[in-house]
Protein backbone atom coordinates (compact mmCIF):
# COMPACT_ATOMS: atom_id res chain seq x y z
CA UNK A 1 0.00 0.00 0.00
CA UNK A 2 2.72 2.28 0.60
CA UNK A 3 4.50 1.81 -2.71
CA UNK A 4 0.87 2.49 -4.03
CA UNK A 5 0.42 5.58 -2.49
CA UNK A 6 4.01 6.52 -3.09
CA UNK A 7 3.39 6.49 -6.96
CA UNK A 8 -0.46 8.48 -6.36
CA UNK A 9 1.90 11.04 -4.61
CA UNK A 10 3.84 11.48 -6.89
CA UNK A 11 1.40 11.34 -9.90
CA UNK A 12 -0.54 14.86 -8.17
CA UNK A 13 2.61 16.08 -7.48
CA UNK A 14 3.52 16.05 -11.22
CA UNK A 15 0.24 17.65 -11.80
CA UNK A 16 0.30 20.33 -9.54
CA UNK A 17 3.72 20.98 -10.20
CA UNK A 18 3.10 21.42 -14.00
CA UNK A 19 0.12 23.48 -14.13
CA UNK A 20 -3.05 23.89 -11.91
CA UNK A 21 -4.01 21.23 -10.61
CA UNK A 22 -7.85 21.98 -10.74
CA UNK A 23 -7.74 22.82 -14.51
CA UNK A 24 -6.49 19.10 -15.08
CA UNK A 25 -9.70 18.10 -12.55
CA UNK A 26 -11.88 20.03 -14.69
CA UNK A 27 -10.43 18.64 -17.97
CA UNK A 28 -11.22 15.41 -16.47
CA UNK A 29 -14.55 15.60 -15.98
CA UNK A 30 -15.64 17.55 -19.10
CA UNK A 31 -13.65 14.92 -20.91
CA UNK A 32 -15.40 12.01 -19.01
CA UNK A 33 -19.01 13.23 -19.28
CA UNK A 34 -18.28 14.10 -23.18
CA UNK A 35 -17.31 10.48 -23.45
CA UNK A 36 -19.48 8.84 -21.05
CA UNK A 37 -22.34 10.83 -21.10
CA UNK A 38 -24.58 10.27 -18.24
CA UNK A 39 -23.27 7.21 -17.88
CA UNK A 40 -19.56 8.58 -16.46
CA UNK A 41 -18.31 6.86 -13.45
CA UNK A 42 -21.26 3.92 -13.77
CA UNK A 43 -20.37 0.18 -13.99
CA UNK A 44 -22.97 -0.09 -17.43
CA UNK A 45 -21.52 -2.32 -20.23
CA UNK A 46 -23.22 -0.63 -23.35
CA UNK A 47 -25.07 2.28 -24.49
CA UNK A 48 -28.48 1.13 -24.25
CA UNK A 49 -28.44 -0.68 -20.93
CA UNK A 50 -29.96 1.41 -17.65
CA UNK A 51 -28.06 3.84 -15.83
CA UNK A 52 -26.66 2.34 -12.28
CA UNK A 53 -25.20 4.13 -9.08
CA UNK A 54 -22.15 6.22 -9.11
CA UNK A 55 -19.14 4.16 -8.67
CA UNK A 56 -16.63 5.91 -6.54
CA UNK A 57 -13.66 3.75 -7.62
CA UNK A 58 -14.24 3.98 -11.17
CA UNK A 59 -14.40 8.14 -10.58
CA UNK A 60 -11.14 7.41 -8.93
CA UNK A 61 -9.73 5.37 -12.19
CA UNK A 62 -11.13 7.60 -14.93
CA UNK A 63 -10.66 11.11 -13.12
CA UNK A 64 -7.34 10.62 -12.63
CA UNK A 65 -6.14 8.70 -16.20
CA UNK A 66 -8.39 11.26 -18.10
CA UNK A 67 -5.96 14.25 -16.31
CA UNK A 68 -3.44 13.26 -18.24
CA UNK A 69 -4.90 13.79 -21.61
CA UNK A 70 -6.27 16.72 -23.45
CA UNK A 71 -9.65 16.92 -24.90
CA UNK A 72 -8.16 17.57 -28.48
CA UNK A 73 -6.80 14.14 -28.42
CA UNK A 74 -9.65 11.98 -26.64
CA UNK A 75 -12.64 12.94 -27.83
CA UNK A 76 -11.92 12.04 -31.31
CA UNK A 77 -11.72 8.43 -29.81
CA UNK A 78 -14.79 8.46 -27.74
CA UNK A 79 -16.16 5.44 -29.57
CA UNK A 80 -13.22 3.26 -29.23
CA UNK A 81 -12.87 4.82 -25.35
CA UNK A 82 -16.19 3.79 -24.70
CA UNK A 83 -15.55 0.38 -26.23
CA UNK A 84 -12.48 -0.54 -24.28
CA UNK A 85 -14.65 0.79 -21.19
CA UNK A 86 -17.40 -1.78 -22.25
CA UNK A 87 -14.84 -4.29 -22.40
CA UNK A 88 -13.10 -3.53 -19.06
CA UNK A 89 -16.47 -4.08 -17.44
CA UNK A 90 -16.81 -7.50 -19.05
CA UNK A 91 -13.62 -8.19 -17.51
CA UNK A 92 -14.03 -10.58 -14.04
CA UNK A 93 -10.69 -9.37 -13.07
CA UNK A 94 -11.28 -5.71 -13.39
CA UNK A 95 -14.97 -5.97 -12.36
CA UNK A 96 -13.73 -7.85 -9.27
CA UNK A 97 -11.18 -4.79 -8.70
CA UNK A 98 -13.74 -2.49 -8.92
CA UNK A 99 -16.43 -3.96 -6.93
CA UNK A 100 -14.84 -6.01 -3.99
CA UNK A 101 -11.98 -5.53 -1.37
CA UNK A 102 -11.17 -1.98 -3.56
CA UNK A 103 -9.14 -0.83 -1.08
CA UNK A 104 -6.75 -3.86 -1.51
CA UNK A 105 -3.22 -2.81 -3.11
CA UNK A 106 -3.58 -5.63 -5.63
CA UNK A 107 -7.53 -4.43 -6.57
CA UNK A 108 -6.10 -0.62 -6.90
CA UNK A 109 -2.96 -1.62 -8.87
CA UNK A 110 -5.36 -3.90 -11.23
CA UNK A 111 -7.77 -1.78 -12.08
CA UNK A 112 -5.41 1.21 -12.88
CA UNK A 113 -3.05 -0.82 -15.05
CA UNK A 114 -5.94 -2.56 -16.86
CA UNK A 115 -7.70 1.37 -17.25
CA UNK A 116 -4.60 2.06 -17.86
CA UNK A 117 -4.02 -0.29 -20.83
CA UNK A 118 -6.56 0.28 -22.17
CA UNK A 119 -6.24 4.38 -22.97
CA UNK A 120 -2.94 3.49 -23.66
CA UNK A 121 -3.73 1.49 -26.43
CA UNK A 122 -5.78 3.67 -27.97
CA UNK A 123 -4.54 7.22 -27.55
CA UNK A 124 -1.13 6.43 -27.00
CA UNK A 125 1.38 7.64 -23.78
CA UNK A 126 0.14 10.74 -22.52
Same mark, same amino acid.
Given at each position: ????? =? ?11 ? =? ?11 ? +? ?12 ? =? ?31 ? +? ?26 ? +?? +? ?17
Amino acid at each position: MDEFL =GAALDCVNSVVNT =GDHRDAFTSAMKQ +NQAIFGRYAFTKHT =GPNERKKPFNVVLFEVFATLFAEYNQQRTLPMS +NKLRAGYYELLNHPRFVSAISSGTTSPE +NV +NTRFSMAENMMRSILGAP
